[in-house]
């Protein structure tokens, strides 16, 4: 059998649960689609871009198959299966199976019925069950799609936040977190097999934990290890691991974060010293229409004291330039925001109108001109902070993670969406190497071995 993961990490850790069971139950994985009975388009339904692109990919390797292995049964999961699949099964009857977030855990047994199903002969099954339950845990078998030497560890699931321009609660259900034992235990594992950066991810990293106290926790409850398992505390956990590893944190909601929080990650040894926090906006009135449950003061304080609080951090955000309702005023406050707070990495993405959210039924939906304006000048914004954040590393000695011998990342550095350390002579792949930084490339670094 073979896989197309499209979307984000978390899917990606869905992929590695739907191999991991395929492979324990005998199947046998390829990389070529051509040469496998079974394809599971794993897709994305986040924004219309995204949905666009799983449908190309389920067309086009219906198409493929035609021509290259007639006899070739698709299943489709993920996202948008997840939410769309009565519509899709009417769409596109090509498809032999549709499954949901809920099934990638029964996967194995589910492939064997569709490869016993006799071809095109009935409409699509459509497995999806409605409300998304499931969570991995540590016994849970995968097959790993990264690197050896790095591995993404989804320590909850599902989003409890009401953000007005997201329908990622509607497809992944509430918010549900991993025991810390559990957690723990995979992580164990992984740093034994050669593991050197455990990525944490989930909807909401922040409030990991909160759903399990016995008092319920509010929306806006900063992490607060008196009342039951946290953040805090996973991370003292693994921290306490032996061995050489990173722990990185990726999507981290502010309304969370708590100086208990701070002060764990300054104390701890193995914590990298990166916070990936998305913000979304910064004027109150957008805040507020987007329902992000912050406000700007909340936001300025927690960057104060991140930075007072972590030395050497590097802020990772994202915004969103064009929601119903921006005007000039509040995009300029939003540039000003960029200007001034410095982000070492930032991402910009232009406000996508998302069937089902609250967001798509406002009014003042901003022109595609003027979306990709605003996208186009907090770009050029951040590609000159980003090249002076850069250059004022020249001479520094730092850290490094090697991803391939002549590119490394450092701890500054999350896989796949922020810059590299391009590298002027191999180095072992899968290790850490300390390098001097001897220029950089608008947003990479140049280096050398120190
Ligand atoms: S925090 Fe907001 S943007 Fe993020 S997944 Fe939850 S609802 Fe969506």
Redesign the pocket.
């Known amino acids: 059998m073979g896989i197309i993961s499209l979307g984000c990490a978390k899917n990606l850790v869905d992929s590695e649960i739907m191999l991991g069971g395929a492979a324990k139950a005998g199947f046998t994985l390829t990389k070529n689609s051509d040469d496998a009975d079974l394809l599971v388009i794993n897709t994305c339904g986040f924004i219309d871009a995204a949905k666009e692109e799983s449908i190309d990919t389920i067309l086009e390797m219906h198409e493929r198959r035609m021509t290259a292995r007639p006899n070739q049964k698709i299943i489709v999961a993920g996202c948008l299966s997840q939410r769309y699949s009565a519509q899709l099964r009417e769409e596109i009857p090509e498809v032999d199976a549709f499954i949901g977030l809920d099934q990638v855990s029964d996967f194995a047994r589910i492939a064997q019925e569709v490869l016993e199903k006799e071809p095109t002969s009935a409409a699509p099954l459509n497995l999806v069950t409605r409300r998304s339950r499931y969570i991995p845990d540590y016994s849970t078998p995968r097959f790993r799609l990264t690197p050896r030497h790095s591995a993404y560890v989804k320590i909850a699931e599902g989003?409890n936040?009401?953000?007005s321009f997201?329908v990622?609660?509607q497809m992944r259900g509430r918010h549900r977190s991993r025991t810390i034992a559990s957690v723990v235990a995979e992580a164990k594992q992984l740093i034994a097999n050669g593991t050197r950066e455990i990525n944490l991810i989930s909807?909401?990293t922040t409030y990991f934990g909160m759903d399990l106290w016995e008092e319920k926790a509010g929306p806006r409850q900063p992490v607060d290890s008196s009342r039951g398992p946290t953040l805090r505390r996973l991370l003292e956990e693994l921290d306490a691991i032996d061995g050489d590893f990173w722990i990185r944190m990726l999507y981290t909601?502010p309304a969370h974060w708590s100086d208990e929080l701070i002060h764990t990650i300054a104390q701890s040894r193995k914590v990298a010293r990166y916070v990936d926090i998305?913000l979304q906006h910064i004027h109150d009135d957008m805040l507020s229409a987007m329902r992000r449950e912050t406000s700007r003061s909340h936001i300025e304080g927690l960057i104060t004291r991140l930075r007072a609080g972590i030395p050497n951090l590097a802020i990772r955000t994202t915004f969103i330039t064009g929601f119903p309702g921006e005007t000039d005023e509040h995009f300029e406050s939003l540039l000003n925001f960029i200007e001034t707070t410095r982000f070492e990495r930032l991402g910009v993405f232009k406000y996508s109108q998302e069937e089902g959210s609250r967001a798509a039924k406002m009014d003042g939906q901003i022109p595609a001109t003027v979306k990709n304006k605003r996208h186009a000048r907090a770009m050029k914004l951040q590609q000159k902070i980003a090249r002076e954040i850069a250059d004022a590393r020249k001479g520094q000695t730092m850290r490094v993670l090697v991803e391939q011998p002549l590119i490394a990342r450092s701890e500054h550095d999350a896989p796949d969406v922020d810059c590299r350390v391009l590298l002027t002579s191999p180095l072992p792949a899968g290790e850490f190497a300390t390098v001097t930084i001897t220029g950089s490339q608008v947003y990479d670094l140049t280096a050398q071995l120190a």
């Open positions: 989003c936040h009401p953000c997201c990622i609660p909807q909401d909601h998305p």
